[in-house]
């Protein structure tokens, strides 16, 4: 009897432990990043900083007593492949929340299957359409471009500049790009007197150049991503081409005057705040995150942080912020994640509505100036 | 033809079954990929495999039909059941136009040819804005309908995407075997020799390119309907080398092998991806072995392997 009266409680004891460790099985957050393909030099920091946040939060004990895990794969940056990648994790890998993908095009692919199967999604992608009209379930970090947009507009209205060239890559970053600017000029008094793109792999941008000039055009706005813009730099001074050039926050790394040389000097660009870290005047809200990111991405990859993986790393705070208010479902992340407000993370200042799944305003930019291959910010 | 009956009952009752297997899980939407690359690679053996001719611009039919589809009932509201045979026309008619100038064309003339065919159509997916939506692609296209089932779950695609591809499996099977079929292989294996026997060989090759074409545009408008979305990026130069390698793999000239390499060239970067970074060593290298020592693909080459491991055991048996 006694006997038994030990296995009985041996028994009981074992369950005991196992429900211990057992008790919180870890939150799945599926992450979908174009860590290959053109669409690398996004996914690449985007996975890196995801994994570096959550091996940082569960190091510090997870969120509510759960750990994280993050179960990520390479979209490659096409559409189909991010849509297989997304019924994946929600289907064999029943993650809670999925953060991605990196491109537009991705992000637009994969909304239908998030909103059917009520799983919120936090896109790292800047088009204004991934949250315009706002989706029950979808969500972004990276500031919209129609931002960016008016802080050239305004600088350019202050300057009293007001006919002005655009050459936009032919991707979707470009094109959506060139949405806003058609759709933004005429409230800031600008007429677009030349308008015409380049692709993502040309080598030589000389021609659209040479009709720039020709347009008597009084600056010249790029948007697009590395390698182009750095390439429309280099001809444009090699064409002598004098007028003011403006860019995109595309091209807000280091990469970008690496490429560029000399030829990036006096360029201008509206950037999120990353690349000025150390700039920023003490009192700036965001100042501590963005110290904090370049500091563990420098330790972590002995690179720099740059604004891509700043996305991933507020989609994973975001995340954590929405788990730790008390829901870790689907949907009370959902509803949590609505209800955030004044989260300072490396994009901006996060403020989610029922009606703003973007979050962010004007501050989540600076302008900024290439002077002696770094950054100043423009006052 | 009774074996081709047969070979092609026990295939169309595996194909209906495998939901039983794989049901509501995520290899259940890469099985619905599947069967539109199934069609794709048959289209495209039809034209390679069958009378010769290569194609490198196999994407960009697959794109018109897809962005046709989508443009007509995401912009336009059409009923997908009308814009779906109306884009496999059109597809049809430019096929059938250029057919006549680029297959003129031989060799490394005509894959050049295809090549810019399916770059110009790429080209045009990008800048064509207002159409297109450009790169950033064109969304809320409508699933098809059918009374009151509306096809948006994956288990509804995989019927409704593999009836389509046992469709064609079967077309394809009675053409490979009919007069025209044999016209095919004849110009393939000597274009003059079809001549002088009788064979009206441009003619021949024109409409086996137009065929192949609206087959491409069908799987594309069924692949618009199941993704719902459509962006550029999936209808590029590499997915035209990607179809083939789908028919070089599964066998030239085999219906059934189209289905092996479109089969294995869809699922076999899912079972990779256990590998995380050397999933694309590991694929490059696969493809490699198989071009080296299957080089009449898997249709051939599998039981070939079967037949020498067999023959080998029996002798070892008798020694």
Same mark, same amino acid.
């Given at each position: 009897?006694?006997?038994?009266?030990?296995?009985?409680?041996?028994?009981?004891?074992?369950?005991?432990?196992?429900?211990?460790?057992?008790?919180?099985?870890?939150?799945?957050?599926?992450?979908?990043?174009?860590?290959?393909?053109?669409?690398?030099?996004?996914?690449?920091?985007?996975?890196?900083?995801?994994?570096?946040?959550?091996?940082?939060?569960?190091?510090?004990?997870?969120?509510?007593?759960?750990?994280?895990?993050?179960?990520?794969?390479?979209?490659?940056?096409?559409?189909?492949?991010?849509?297989?990648?997304?019924?994946?994790?929600?289907?064999?890998?029943?993650?809670?929340?999925?953060?991605?993908?990196?491109?537009?095009?991705?992000?637009?692919?994969?909304?239908?299957?998030?909103?059917?199967?009520?799983?919120?999604?936090?896109?790292?992608?800047?088009?204004?359409?991934?949250?315009?009209?706002?989706?029950?379930?979808?969500?972004?970090?990276?500031?919209?471009?129609?931002?960016?947009?008016?802080?050239?507009?305004?600088?350019?209205?202050?300057?009293?500049?007001?006919?002005?060239?655009?050459?936009?890559?032919?991707?979707?970053?470009?094109?959506?790009?060139?949405?806003?600017?058609?759709?933004?000029?005429?409230?800031?008094?600008?007429?677009?007197?030349?308008?015409?793109?380049?692709?993502?792999?040309?080598?030589?941008?000389?021609?659209?150049?040479?009709?720039?000039?020709?347009?008597?055009?009084?600056?010249?706005?790029?948007?697009?991503?590395?390698?182009?813009?750095?390439?429309?730099?280099?001809?444009?001074?090699?064409?002598?081409?004098?007028?003011?050039?403006?860019?995109?926050?595309?091209?807000?790394?280091?990469?970008?005057?690496?490429?560029?040389?000399?030829?990036?000097?006096?360029?201008?660009?509206?950037?999120?705040?990353?690349?000025?870290?150390?700039?920023?005047?003490?009192?700036?809200?965001?100042?501590?995150?963005?110290?904090?990111?370049?500091?563990?991405?420098?330790?972590?990859?002995?690179?720099?942080?740059?604004?891509?993986?700043?996305?991933?790393?507020?989609?994973?705070?975001?995340?954590?912020?929405?788990?730790?208010?008390?829901?870790?479902?689907?949907?009370?992340?959902?509803?949590?994640?609505?209800?955030?407000?004044?989260?300072?993370?490396?994009?901006?200042?996060?403020?989610?509505?029922?009606?703003?799944?973007?979050?962010?305003?004007?501050?989540?930019?600076?302008?900024?100036?290439?002077?002696?291959?770094?950054?100043?910010?423009?006052? | 033809?009774?074996?081709?009956?047969?070979?092609?009952?026990?295939?169309?009752?595996?194909?209906?079954?495998?939901?039983?297997?794989?049901?509501?899980?995520?290899?259940?939407?890469?099985? /619905?990929?599947?069967?539109?690359?199934?069609?794709?690679?048959?289209?495209?053996?039809?034209?390679?495999?069958?009378?010769?001719?290569?194609?490198?611009?196999?994407?960009?039919?697959?794109?018109?039909?897809?962005?046709?589809?989508?443009?007509?009932?995401?912009?336009?509201?059409?009923?997908?059941?009308?814009?779906?045979?109306?884009?496999?026309?059109?597809?049809?008619?430019?096929?059938?136009?250029?057919?006549? %100038?680029?297959?003129?064309?031989?060799?490394?003339?005509?894959?050049?040819?295809?090549?810019?065919?399916?770059?110009?159509?790429?080209?045009?997916?990008?800048?064509?804005?207002?159409?297109?939506?450009?790169?950033?692609?064109?969304?809320?296209?409508?699933?098809?309908?059918?009374?009151?089932?509306?096809?948006?779950?994956?288990?509804?695609?995989?019927?409704?995407?593999?009836?389509?591809?046992?469709?064609?499996?079967?077309?394809?099977?009675?053409?490979?075997?009919?007069? /025209?079929?044999?016209?095919?292989?004849? /110009?393939?294996?000597?274009?003059?020799?079809?001549?002088?026997?009788?064979?009206?060989?441009?003619?021949?090759?024109?409409?086996?390119?137009?065929?192949?074409?609206?087959?491409?545009?069908?799987?594309?408008?069924?692949?618009?309907?199941?993704?719902?979305?459509?962006?550029?990026?999936?209808?590029?130069?590499?997915?035209?080398?990607?179809?083939?390698?789908?028919?070089?793999?599964?066998?030239?000239?085999?219906?059934?092998?189209?289905?092996?390499?479109?089969?294995?060239?869809?699922?076999?970067?899912?079972?990779?991806?256990?590998?995380?970074?050397?999933?694309?060593?590991?694929?490059?290298?696969?493809?490699?072995?198989?071009?080296?020592?299957?080089?009449?693909?898997?249709?051939?080459?599998? %039981?070939?392997?079967?037949?020498?491991?067999?023959?080998?055991?029996?002798?070892?048996?008798?020694?």
């Amino acid at each position: 009897m006694i006997r038994r009266f030990f296995s009985c409680s041996a028994a009981v004891s074992v369950l005991l432990v196992c429900s211990i460790a057992f008790a919180a099985p870890p939150i799945k957050i599926g992450g979908l990043f174009a860590v290959s393909g053109p669409s690398a030099p996004l996914g690449e920091p985007e996975r890196n900083t995801a994994k570096m946040v959550v091996d940082e939060i569960n190091k510090a004990g997870g969120v509510n007593g759960r750990k994280l895990e993050l179960v990520s794969y390479d979209t490659t940056g096409d559409a189909t492949k991010a849509l297989q990648l997304a019924n994946k994790l929600i289907k064999d890998d029943k993650v809670t929340a999925i953060i991605g993908p990196s491109t537009t095009p991705e992000a637009m692919a994969i909304i239908p299957v998030v909103e059917k199967e009520h799983i919120p999604l936090i896109a790292l992608a800047a088009g204004s359409k991934i949250t315009d009209p706002v989706k029950k379930w979808v969500f972004k970090t990276a500031q919209n471009d129609s931002l960016a947009v008016s802080w050239i507009f305004e600088y350019l209205q202050k300057q009293k500049q007001s006919k002005v060239a655009i050459l936009t890559v032919s991707t979707g970053f470009g094109s959506s790009g060139r949405e806003q600017l058609k759709a933004q000029a005429a409230r800031y008094g600008i007429s677009l007197v030349f308008d015409d793109t380049f692709g993502p792999n040309d080598s030589d941008m000389t021609a659209q150049l040479t009709k720039v000039r020709a347009s008597h055009a009084q600056a010249l706005i790029v948007w697009g991503t590395n390698p182009g813009p750095a390439k429309i730099a280099n001809n444009a001074r090699q064409l002598g081409l004098k007028i003011p050039i403006f860019m995109s926050h595309g091209v807000s790394s280091k990469k970008f005057i690496e490429l560029a040389g000399d030829a990036a000097e006096g360029i201008k660009l509206p950037s999120g705040k990353v690349i000025v870290a150390d700039l920023l005047p003490k009192s700036d809200s965001q100042r501590k995150s963005l110290m904090a990111f370049v500091k563990d991405y420098q330790n972590h990859y002995k690179t720099e942080g740059d604004h891509f993986g700043g996305h991933a790393w507020d989609a994973v705070m975001l995340i954590k912020a929405a788990i730790e208010r008390g829901g870790d479902t689907p949907a009370g992340i959902r509803d949590n994640l609505e209800k955030i407000k004044g989260f300072a993370g490396i994009g901006g200042t996060f403020s989610y509505s029922a009606q703003d799944h973007a979050g962010l305003g004007k501050d989540a930019f600076v302008l900024v100036e290439i002077k002696n291959r770094d950054w100043v910010l423009v006052k | 033809m009774k074996r081709e009956l047969l070979k092609f009952g026990v295939f169309a009752i595996l194909v209906l079954l495998a939901p039983l297997l794989f049901s509501g899980g995520y290899l259940m939407n890469v099985l /619905v990929f599947v069967g539109i690359n199934t069609m794709l690679a048959i289209g495209l053996n039809l034209l390679l495999g069958n009378a010769g001719q290569i194609s490198l611009g196999h994407a960009g039919f697959f794109g018109m039909g897809a962005y046709i589809s989508g443009i007509l009932t995401a912009t336009y509201a059409w009923n997908p059941w009308f814009a779906m045979p109306l884009a496999a026309v059109v597809v049809g008619l430019l096929a059938f136009l250029i057919g006549f %100038p680029i297959l003129k064309l031989k060799g490394h003339y005509l894959a050049m040819a295809t090549l810019g065919l399916g770059i110009i159509v790429f080209i045009v997916f990008n800048e064509t804005v207002d159409l297109t939506g450009g790169p950033s692609g064109l969304s809320g296209i409508p699933n098809l309908t059918m009374g009151s089932v509306t096809f948006d779950s994956d288990v509804k695609n995989y019927y409704l995407i593999w009836g389509f591809t046992l469709m064609i499996v079967l077309f394809a099977v009675n053409l490979a075997n009919s007069r /025209v079929g044999r016209a095919l292989r004849a /110009v393939h294996d000597s274009e003059v020799a079809a001549k002088v026997l009788g064979v009206n060989t441009s003619l021949l090759k024109v409409q086996i390119f137009t065929l192949s074409a609206v087959i491409s545009s069908l799987a594309g408008s069924l692949y618009a309907h199941t993704m719902t979305f459509v962006a550029p990026a999936s209808f590029g130069f590499n997915f035209s080398v990607e179809l083939l390698t789908m028919v070089v793999i599964g066998g030239l000239g085999s219906v059934y092998g189209s289905f092996l390499g479109a089969a294995l060239l869809t699922l076999l970067p899912e079972f990779l991806r256990a590998a995380h970074d050397y999933d694309i060593i590991i694929y490059g290298g696969l493809l490699m072995l198989m071009v080296m020592f299957m080089p009449g693909g898997l249709v051939r080459g599998v %039981p070939d392997l079967f037949r020498k491991l067999f023959r080998r055991g029996k002798e070892s048996g008798h020694a």
